[in-house]
């Protein structure tokens, strides 16, 4: 699998813009949570996968990957119901030295 099929985008909310502008000193309670960034990834894609596809896309350091199964969500259109596909999601937390500029 290419690097480029692993990670298909960035998800860019409020939730994740506070925690990738949050330093690794000021979550000490909780180790390696400055600093993570979030991203749409194939869904058999596994961490160590991830790992490298972000270290190579971006040239930056991760410390960690979180992974979350998203389930879909179902849907009415009309009169027929339908649901929205299947998604993975990963949480990557990266170097103290190192951001992502996404904006």
Not at 62 to 72: D, E, H, I, P, Q
Request: hydrophobic share 35%; charged share 30%.
């Amino acid at each position: 699998m290419d690097i480029y099929e692993i990670v298909k985008r960035p998800i860019v909310t409020e939730k994740g813009t506070h925690q990738s502008q949050q330093s690794h000193e000021a979550t000490r309670h909780t180790d390696a949570r400055g600093g993570a960034y979030a991203f749409e990834v194939h869904s058999r894609a596994t961490k160590p996968m991830i790992k490298q596809a972000i270290e190579k896309i971006y040239g930056v350091r991760v410390l960690s990957v979180r992974t979350a199964n998203r389930k879909g969500k179902r849907r009415r259109v009309r009169y027929k119901t339908g649901k929205t596909a299947d998604w993975k999601k990963a949480v990557v937390v990266l170097d103290a030295n190192d951001h992502i500029d996404l904006f």
